[in-house]
């Protein structure tokens, strides 16, 4: 089966050239209901593209029902009802959410610098508040409500922000932070720990040493951790490290 090689469009993201494409070959019944997609390493091979947009691609056309996961067996044609309603917004989903991918590789890059800072500026209440924002996270992560834990992460981060005394960090860090609420994000990293409830484990002992080298006033080991918490995201959410970029 033949791929086209994906070329970067001015107005168009390389997810949505990708989903297109798997949409294409669905509807013109290369890829029939019940069939298994290629596994996205191949998929990236042959379209010339990096992993990312290819699993933001197949995530995007998950939530609308066109593809379903098989945890430990790949992404499969759902049924083809609506087939064209489908497509739209799958579409939809990718143009008006930011790549996880970059959303992540740009935060990791400023709050290496924000920890550092925070843990220099930070007053006991800041640093009371950044441990009530853990507090909550970590009991809906405990709780398995998952899609809440992912919401908290806005103001546990954001209070790290807020304890550096910039305006400027806090508005940037509120406005990166929003874009990981985008349904795009929030369904594949809730994808992720439903299908394996162990996995939220590394990231929760992460969280927590965070704070505790906040509180020893350890900038040292903070940005060690925070630089661990995104390296683990990216291994997590994509199955590269934060060196494999999205070609």
């Not at 691609?57 to 996961?69: M, P, T, W, Y």
């Not at 484990?201 to 965070?210: F, K, T």
Request: net charge negative; with cysteine; glycine share 6%.
């Amino acid at each position: 089966m033949e791929f086209e090689r994906v070329q970067q469009a001015k107005f168009k993201r390389k997810s949505s050239i990708i989903a297109d494409q798997l949409l294409n070959l669905i509807k013109k019944g290369i890829f029939t209901a019940g069939s298994k997609l290629p596994a996205e390493r191949i998929l990236a091979e042959k379209m010339g593209v990096g992993r990312p947009s290819v699993r933001e691609a197949i995530s995007a056309l998950q939530i609308v029902g066109i593809l379903e996961s098989r945890p430990g067996d790949g992404s499969y044609v759902a049924g083809p009802g609506g087939f064209d309603d489908l497509m739209v917004r799958a579409l939809d989903v990718l143009e008006e959410s930011d790549s996880p991918f970059e959303v992540l590789q740009v935060r990791k890059a400023m709050e290496i610098g924000i920890i550092h800072l925070a843990i220099k500026m930070a007053t006991e209440e800041d640093v009371q508040a950044i441990r009530a924002a853990w507090k909550l996270k970590y009991e809906k992560g405990r709780s398995k409500k998952y899609r809440e834990f992912i919401s908290c992460g806005h103001d546990f981060h954001l209070a790290i922000a807020k304890a550096t005394k910039s305006k400027a960090i806090e508005s940037v860090m509120d406005g990166l932070l929003k874009l990981t609420s985008s349904q795009l994000w929030l369904s594949m990293r809730e994808g992720y720990f439903n299908e394996d409830p162990e996995r939220i484990e590394p990231i929760l002992e992460l969280h927590e040493n965070i704070v505790r080298a906040i509180e020893e006033r350890n900038s040292e080991w903070a940005i060690q951790l925070m630089e661990d918490h995104f390296d683990l995201n990216l291994k997590q959410q994509y199955d590269v490290t934060d060196g494999a970029n999205d070609n």
